[in-house]
């Protein structure tokens, strides 16, 4: 099979030849890294990157990308992942701000955070508007990996949920909550802009040729839910449905991303349609149990830790999580490996590799 068609497969949870091999985003130092090691070049524009890999929210040019591109070719992986740009441009040393106004602190060890509130109040979200500022020349880096692969690879590309689109305009996840109670009507007016940006983004995306895409956004923490399972079905699943629904009738499928134990959500994820779920965070969810239970009616996606075991484990430890990952997930199909979140700049190139390497080795069907 053709990686595309191996991809494909596993999301409508049939069996392909192999296991695909995914990864939602690889740092750019964790790049820089890989090539080095891989030894690929790396041309002329190889100074240390101080951010991490969330700010390819902005566009990073041809020369990383297809550097980005050289080293997913050389470690043979199945699917492209890459996200489009908000156009985040530092404004200080720790700060910056993307192209909606919303300003944010950065940070080496993760993705920006909010700094202040972008809408305040039900008067501040009338007037703001992202879907209208949202552009083809957005999507520039998306274009130059899907002209350089062609229809070889699947293409996956992340959206930001409605949840986590809210809480970032609203300058944090604590803000949003609070006015679950105090004010909804603000919720419900943030939740309708954030989707329609993002129904405004799978239309242009489709268009460039993505095959998937990936809805990130965390619902739970590892001890259960961030909030009720009413205020999900009260604010969240209408939109998700909506969003599911319009990818499907273009064509594409539709994976949601948590991290964390959202087991009291999967009944409801069936329901809205997701095509897949990511990442089964190991810590709190057990992969097996999951395939199971979900039944054919999702694909999975994930498992291998990258919080412990690509950080501190051997290559030795990565190999034998992986074979045993696969044992456990891969039987009937509809399973697609990678890491438990990404691969963030904590986690050894090394044992990435070794991943790499031992999902191509056990992955095979028989």
Not at 21 to 32: S, T
Not at 258 to 265: E, H, M, R, V, Y
């Amino acid at each position: 099979m053709a990686h595309r068609e191996r991809c494909l497969s596993a999301l409508n949870r049939k069996q392909p030849d192999k296991v695909p091999i995914f990864e939602l985003a690889i740092d750019k130092p964790i790049i820089r890294k890989l090539a080095k090691l891989l030894g690929i070049s790396q041309g002329t524009n190889n100074k240390d990157d101080k951010s991490s890999g969330e700010m390819l929210e902005t566009s990073q040019g041809s020369e990383y990308v297809e550097l980005y591109c050289d080293v997913l070719e050389k470690i043979d992986l199945d699917a492209i992942c890459y996200p489009f740009s908000l156009g985040l441009k530092e404004i200080s040393q720790k700060k910056a701000k993307d192209k909606y106004g919303r300003i944010f602190n950065l940070s080496v060890y993760g993705e920006p955070l909010p700094a202040e509130p972008r809408v305040r109040n039900l008067s501040d979200a009338e007037k703001f508007n992202m879907a209208s500022k949202l552009e083809p020349e957005d999507f520039s880096d998306l274009r130059l990996i899907v002209k350089r692969f062609g229809r070889d690879r699947a293409y996956f590309m992340p959206l930001t949920d409605p949840y986590k689109i809210s809480w970032r305009t609203i300058g944090g996840m604590e803000h949003l909550l609070l006015n679950f109670r105090l004010n909804p009507k603000l919720v419900n007016r943030l939740i309708r802009i954030s989707t329609d940006f993002i129904l405004k983004a799978i239309d242009i995306a489709v268009d460039i040729g993505i095959d998937a895409f990936i809805m990130n956004g965390d619902f739970a923490g590892e001890t259960g839910l961030l909030f009720s399972l009413k205020d999900y079905r009260e604010f969240f699943k209408s939109v998700h449905i909506e969003i599911v629904e319009h990818v499907h009738q273009k064509g594409a499928m539709i994976v949601k991303h948590s991290d964390g134990n959202f087991w009291d959500l999967l009944d409801d994820w069936i329901e809205v349609g997701f095509d897949g779920i990511h990442p089964i965070q190991p810590q709190c969810m057990d992969i097996k149990k999951t395939k199971d239970y979900v039944n054919g009616k999702m694909a999975i996606l994930g498992n291998i830790d990258c919080r412990n075991l690509l950080v501190f484990g051997s290559k030795e430890e990565v190999k034998r999580n992986v074979k045993e990952t696969i044992e456990k997930a891969a039987p009937g199909g509809g399973y697609l490996i990678s890491s438990s979140n990404s691969i963030h700049t904590g986690c050894k190139p090394e044992n990435y590799i070794a991943m790499i390497e031992a999902a191509h080795k056990y992955g095979v069907y028989s």
